[in-house]
T-cell receptor, first 113, second 106 residues
Framework: NAGVTQTPKFRILKIGQSMTLQCTQDMNHNYMYWYRQDPGMGLKLIYYSVGAGITDKGEVPNGYNVSRSTTEDFPLRLELAAPSQTSVYFC????????????FGEGSRLTVL | KNEVEQSPQNLTAQEGEFITINCSYSVGISALHWLQQHPGGGIVSLFMLSSGKKKHGRLIATINIQEKHSSLHITASHPRDSAVYICAVSGNQFYFGTGTSLTVIP
Protein backbone atom coordinates (compact mmCIF):
# COMPACT_ATOMS: atom_id res chain seq x y z
CA ASN A 1 0.00 0.00 0.00
CA ALA A 2 1.25 3.46 -0.90
CA GLY A 3 1.99 5.70 2.00
CA VAL A 4 4.37 7.30 4.45
CA THR A 5 6.31 5.14 6.91
CA GLN A 6 7.62 6.85 10.00
CA THR A 7 9.75 5.36 12.79
CA PRO A 8 10.00 5.06 15.73
CA LYS A 9 6.46 5.43 17.07
CA PHE A 10 7.60 6.14 20.61
CA ARG A 11 10.89 7.25 22.10
CA ILE A 12 12.08 8.59 25.42
CA LEU A 13 15.26 10.64 25.40
CA LYS A 14 17.37 12.17 28.12
CA ILE A 15 18.29 15.84 27.89
CA GLY A 16 21.28 16.27 25.61
CA GLN A 17 20.84 13.01 23.72
CA SER A 18 20.43 12.93 19.95
CA MET A 19 18.25 10.85 17.69
CA THR A 20 16.92 10.58 14.17
CA LEU A 21 13.29 10.15 13.17
CA GLN A 22 13.03 8.22 9.92
CA CYS A 23 10.49 8.95 7.18
CA THR A 24 10.05 7.12 3.90
CA GLN A 25 7.41 7.45 1.21
CA ASP A 26 6.84 5.25 -1.82
CA MET A 27 4.64 7.54 -3.90
CA ASN A 28 7.45 9.38 -5.68
CA HIS A 29 6.29 12.62 -4.06
CA ASN A 30 8.59 15.61 -4.42
CA TYR A 31 7.30 17.46 -1.40
CA MET A 32 7.99 16.17 2.09
CA TYR A 33 7.40 17.83 5.46
CA TRP A 34 8.12 17.45 9.14
CA TYR A 35 5.58 18.84 11.61
CA ARG A 36 5.31 18.82 15.35
CA GLN A 37 2.00 18.76 17.18
CA ASP A 38 1.84 19.96 20.77
CA PRO A 39 -1.22 19.22 22.93
CA GLY A 40 -4.19 21.34 21.89
CA MET A 41 -2.17 23.08 19.18
CA GLY A 42 -2.13 22.91 15.44
CA LEU A 43 0.60 21.42 13.33
CA LYS A 44 3.76 23.48 13.15
CA LEU A 45 6.16 23.11 10.26
CA ILE A 46 9.74 22.26 11.24
CA TYR A 47 11.41 21.66 7.87
CA TYR A 48 10.30 20.84 4.38
CA SER A 49 11.77 19.65 1.12
CA VAL A 50 10.63 20.22 -2.45
CA GLY A 51 12.85 17.52 -3.89
CA ALA A 52 16.00 15.49 -3.41
CA GLY A 53 18.88 17.69 -2.34
CA ILE A 54 16.64 20.65 -1.43
CA THR A 55 15.52 21.46 2.10
CA ASP A 56 14.30 24.59 3.82
CA LYS A 57 13.33 25.79 7.27
CA GLY A 58 9.76 26.00 8.42
CA GLU A 59 8.25 27.86 11.33
CA VAL A 60 10.10 26.09 14.19
CA PRO A 61 13.45 24.72 12.89
CA ASN A 62 15.67 25.41 15.91
CA GLY A 63 17.15 22.25 17.42
CA TYR A 64 16.48 20.14 14.32
CA ASN A 65 18.20 19.22 11.09
CA VAL A 66 17.09 17.38 7.98
CA SER A 67 18.54 15.90 4.83
CA ARG A 68 17.00 14.71 1.56
CA SER A 69 19.48 12.57 -0.30
CA THR A 70 16.78 10.59 -2.11
CA THR A 71 13.19 11.26 -3.17
CA GLU A 72 11.95 8.56 -0.78
CA ASP A 73 13.69 9.48 2.49
CA PHE A 74 13.48 12.57 4.67
CA PRO A 75 15.00 11.95 8.11
CA LEU A 76 14.70 14.47 10.95
CA ARG A 77 17.66 14.79 13.31
CA LEU A 78 17.34 16.09 16.86
CA GLU A 79 20.62 17.26 18.30
CA LEU A 80 21.00 17.91 22.04
CA ALA A 81 17.41 17.07 22.94
CA ALA A 82 15.60 19.49 25.25
CA PRO A 83 12.30 19.12 27.18
CA SER A 84 10.76 21.70 24.82
CA GLN A 85 11.08 19.12 22.04
CA THR A 86 8.65 16.78 23.78
CA SER A 87 5.93 16.50 21.17
CA VAL A 88 4.33 14.30 18.55
CA TYR A 89 6.12 14.49 15.23
CA PHE A 90 4.48 13.85 11.88
CA CYS A 91 6.11 13.36 8.54
CA UNK A 92 3.99 14.11 5.49
CA UNK A 93 4.36 13.99 1.74
CA UNK A 94 2.49 15.56 -1.13
CA UNK A 95 2.59 15.41 -4.86
CA UNK A 96 0.42 15.88 -7.90
CA UNK A 97 0.10 12.11 -8.09
CA UNK A 98 -2.75 10.39 -6.20
CA UNK A 99 -5.12 13.34 -6.65
CA UNK A 100 -2.86 15.74 -4.75
CA UNK A 101 -3.74 14.34 -1.35
CA UNK A 102 -1.54 15.02 1.63
CA UNK A 103 -0.29 11.80 3.22
CA PHE A 104 0.89 11.56 6.82
CA GLY A 105 2.96 9.05 8.69
CA GLU A 106 1.49 7.55 11.87
CA GLY A 107 3.38 9.94 14.11
CA SER A 108 6.28 9.64 16.54
CA ARG A 109 5.68 10.45 20.19
CA LEU A 110 8.89 11.82 21.66
CA THR A 111 9.43 12.55 25.34
CA VAL A 112 12.55 14.32 26.57
CA LEU A 113 13.22 13.95 30.29
CA LYS B 1 -3.67 36.04 13.04
CA ASN B 2 -3.80 32.46 11.78
CA GLU B 3 -4.06 31.91 8.07
CA VAL B 4 -6.70 29.22 8.71
CA GLU B 5 -9.45 29.56 11.28
CA GLN B 6 -11.82 26.77 12.25
CA SER B 7 -15.02 26.82 14.22
CA PRO B 8 -16.15 25.52 16.54
CA GLN B 9 -13.09 24.39 18.50
CA ASN B 10 -15.10 21.74 20.31
CA LEU B 11 -18.37 20.11 19.39
CA THR B 12 -20.51 17.53 21.16
CA ALA B 13 -23.42 15.93 19.33
CA GLN B 14 -25.95 13.18 19.87
CA GLU B 15 -25.74 10.19 17.61
CA GLY B 16 -27.73 10.82 14.44
CA GLU B 17 -27.33 14.60 14.44
CA PHE B 18 -26.22 16.60 11.41
CA ILE B 19 -22.85 18.24 12.06
CA THR B 20 -21.16 21.21 10.41
CA ILE B 21 -17.58 22.33 10.89
CA ASN B 22 -16.46 25.58 9.33
CA CYS B 23 -13.13 26.74 7.96
CA SER B 24 -12.11 30.22 6.81
CA TYR B 25 -8.77 31.12 5.31
CA SER B 26 -6.99 34.34 4.43
CA VAL B 27 -4.36 33.27 1.89
CA GLY B 28 -4.49 32.39 -1.76
CA ILE B 29 -4.79 28.67 -2.22
CA SER B 30 -4.68 26.00 -4.86
CA ALA B 31 -6.65 23.49 -2.77
CA LEU B 32 -8.25 22.93 0.61
CA HIS B 33 -7.90 19.71 2.56
CA TRP B 34 -10.00 18.19 5.32
CA LEU B 35 -8.12 15.82 7.59
CA GLN B 36 -9.22 13.50 10.39
CA GLN B 37 -7.23 12.54 13.47
CA HIS B 38 -8.55 9.99 15.95
CA PRO B 39 -7.33 10.25 19.58
CA GLY B 40 -3.75 9.05 19.78
CA GLY B 41 -3.86 8.24 16.11
CA GLY B 42 -2.43 9.33 12.85
CA ILE B 43 -3.82 11.90 10.43
CA VAL B 44 -5.71 10.84 7.33
CA SER B 45 -6.93 12.86 4.41
CA LEU B 46 -10.71 12.98 3.97
CA PHE B 47 -11.05 15.42 1.10
CA MET B 48 -9.05 17.62 -1.18
CA LEU B 49 -11.09 20.16 -3.08
CA SER B 50 -10.49 23.30 -5.08
CA SER B 51 -14.09 24.13 -6.00
CA GLY B 52 -17.67 23.06 -5.43
CA LYS B 53 -18.54 20.04 -3.37
CA LYS B 54 -17.39 16.48 -2.71
CA LYS B 55 -19.15 13.59 -0.99
CA HIS B 56 -17.80 10.39 0.55
CA GLY B 57 -20.45 8.34 2.28
CA ARG B 58 -21.90 10.45 5.11
CA LEU B 59 -19.29 13.19 4.72
CA ILE B 60 -19.76 16.22 2.50
CA ALA B 61 -17.24 19.01 1.95
CA THR B 62 -17.98 22.29 0.24
CA ILE B 63 -15.84 25.26 -0.65
CA ASN B 64 -16.63 28.83 -1.67
CA ILE B 65 -13.51 30.27 -3.24
CA GLN B 66 -14.85 33.84 -3.42
CA GLU B 67 -15.71 33.88 0.28
CA LYS B 68 -12.60 31.87 1.26
CA HIS B 69 -14.73 29.48 3.27
CA SER B 70 -15.27 25.74 3.47
CA SER B 71 -17.59 23.52 5.44
CA LEU B 72 -17.42 19.87 6.40
CA HIS B 73 -20.78 18.22 7.03
CA ILE B 74 -21.41 14.86 8.65
CA THR B 75 -24.87 13.40 8.20
CA ALA B 76 -26.35 10.85 10.63
CA SER B 77 -23.36 11.19 12.97
CA HIS B 78 -22.05 8.11 14.76
CA PRO B 79 -19.76 7.68 17.79
CA ARG B 80 -17.02 6.41 15.49
CA ASP B 81 -16.98 9.91 13.90
CA SER B 82 -15.51 11.21 17.16
CA ALA B 83 -12.16 12.68 16.19
CA VAL B 84 -10.36 15.94 15.55
CA TYR B 85 -11.09 17.40 12.13
CA ILE B 86 -8.41 19.64 10.67
CA CYS B 87 -8.75 22.08 7.80
CA ALA B 88 -5.62 22.78 5.76
CA VAL B 89 -4.98 24.91 2.71
CA SER B 90 -2.23 24.50 0.17
CA GLY B 91 -0.69 27.18 -1.96
CA ASN B 92 3.02 27.86 -1.75
CA GLN B 93 2.97 25.85 1.45
CA PHE B 94 0.44 24.18 3.74
CA TYR B 95 -1.36 26.10 6.46
CA PHE B 96 -3.33 24.24 9.11
CA GLY B 97 -6.21 25.13 11.37
CA THR B 98 -5.99 24.11 15.01
CA GLY B 99 -8.71 21.53 14.54
CA THR B 100 -12.26 20.88 15.73
CA SER B 101 -12.65 18.21 18.38
CA LEU B 102 -15.88 16.30 17.74
CA THR B 103 -17.49 13.95 20.27
CA VAL B 104 -20.57 12.01 19.23
CA ILE B 105 -22.51 10.57 22.16
CA PRO B 106 -24.54 7.38 21.68
Amino acid sequence: NAGVTQTPKFRILKIGQSMTLQCTQDMNHNYMYWYRQDPGMGLKLIYYSVGAGITDKGEVPNGYNVSRSTTEDFPLRLELAAPSQTSVYFCASWGVQLAGELFFGEGSRLTVL
Amino acid sequence: KNEVEQSPQNLTAQEGEFITINCSYSVGISALHWLQQHPGGGIVSLFMLSSGKKKHGRLIATINIQEKHSSLHITASHPRDSAVYICAVSGNQFYFGTGTSLTVIP
